[in-house]
T-cell receptor, first 116, second 115 residues
Framework: AQSVTQLGSHVSVSEGALVLLRCNYS??????LFWYVQYPNQGLQLLLK??????LVKGINGFEAEFKKSETSFHLTKPSAHMSDAAEYFC??????????????FGTGTRLTIIP | EAQVTQNPRYLITVTGKKLTVTCSQN?????MSWYRQDPGLGLRQIYY???????DKGDVPEGYKVSRKEKRNFPLILESPSPNQTSLYFC??????????????FGPGTRLLVL
C-alpha cells in the first residue's frame, strides 16, 4: 500500500533562508507524488506533482521538489523563504482505487513558520 | 471565477441533531469528493462521486451520507452527529478521478464542532 511520511510537523525558517520540507514515500509500484499547500482559512492548492517524467519538478511560487528513488524521498524546497510562504504543506501519493480511479493518500502535514 | 464553495464555514451543533454541509462547484466537474482533516492524521476521504447518481465510500464513510442529484452539488449529510465527527471538512472537485492527470480543486473548508 502506498503511503507518505512527513518528517517534522513544524518547521521554522528565517525570511530569505532555504526552505526544506521532507517527505518520504512507501510504494510497491512507481509512485505519483504531490505537494499541496494550505494557507490559513483556505482549502488545499496544488503546488506541484511528479508523474514519472522529470525527477526535478518545478511548481508555483518558486517551489520545487526532487524525486529520489534511491532515498524514497520527494522533499520540497525553496531557495529563499518569503513571509507569504507561511502555511501548512501536505505531501501526498496517489493510489489506484479501481479502473480509471485514483485516490490521494495524504501525509500528516508540516506547518511552516517564517521568522522575520 | 472557478471555485468550490462550502456552506456553512463554521458550525456548532449537538449530538444527534441532523445536519447538512453543502458543496457546489461551477467548473462542470464530474468528480467530487469529501475529506475530513484531523490533527496528526492529514486528510482522509469520506465519500466520492464519479458523476450524477454515482457515489461510493472512501476511507472513513461511517456516520456520513452523500447524494449527487445535480452535477454541481455534492452535499454531505450527518444523520446523527457524534463528538468524534468534530473536524475540518473539505469538498473537492476535478474533471475526472485520475489525480495524476486532473487537478483537484478544494473548497475553503467547514469547521464542525459536535457537542
Amino acid at each position: 500500500a502506498q503511503s507518505v511520511t512527513q518528517l517534522g510537523s513544524h518547521v521554522s525558517v528565517s525570511e530569505g533562508a532555504l526552505v526544506l520540507l521532507r517527505c518520504n514515500y512507501s510504494s510497491s509500484v512507481p509512485p505519483y507524488l504531490f505537494w499541496y499547500v494550505q494557507y490559513p482559512n483556505q482549502g488545499l492548492q496544488l503546488l506541484l506533482k511528479y508523474t514519472s517524467a522529470a525527477t526535478l519538478v518545478k511548481g508555483i511560487n518558486g517551489f520545487e521538489a526532487e524525486f529520489k528513488k534511491s532515498e524514497t524521498s520527494f522533499h520540497l524546497t525553496k531557495p529563499s523563504a518569503h513571509m507569504s510562504d507561511a502555511a501548512e504543506y501536505f505531501c501526498a501519493v496517489s493510489r489506484r482505487w479501481s479502473f480509471g480511479n485514483e485516490k490521494l493518500t495524504f501525509g500528516t502535514g508540516t506547518r511552516l513558520t517564517i521568522i522575520p | 471565477e472557478a471555485q468550490v464553495t462550502q456552506n456553512p464555514r463554521y458550525l456548532i451543533t449537538v449530538t444527534g441533531k441532523k445536519l447538512t454541509v453543502t458543496c457546489s462547484q461551477n467548473m462542470n466537474h464530474e468528480y467530487m469528493s469529501w475529506y475530513r482533516q484531523d490533527p496528526g492524521l492529514g486528510l482522509r476521504q469520506i465519500y466520492y462521486s464519479m458523476n450524477v447518481e454515482v457515489t461510493d465510500k472512501g476511507d472513513v464513510p461511517e456516520g456520513y451520507k452523500v447524494s449527487r442529484k445535480e452535477k454541481r452539488n455534492f452535499p454531505l449529510i450527518l444523520e446523527s452527529p457524534s463528538p468524534n465527527q468534530t473536524s475540518l471538512y473539505f469538498c473537492a472537485s476535478s474533471m475526472g478521478p485520475e489525480v495524476t492527470k486532473e487537478t483537484q480543486y478544494f473548497g475553503p473548508g467547514t469547521r464542525l464542532l459536535v457537542l
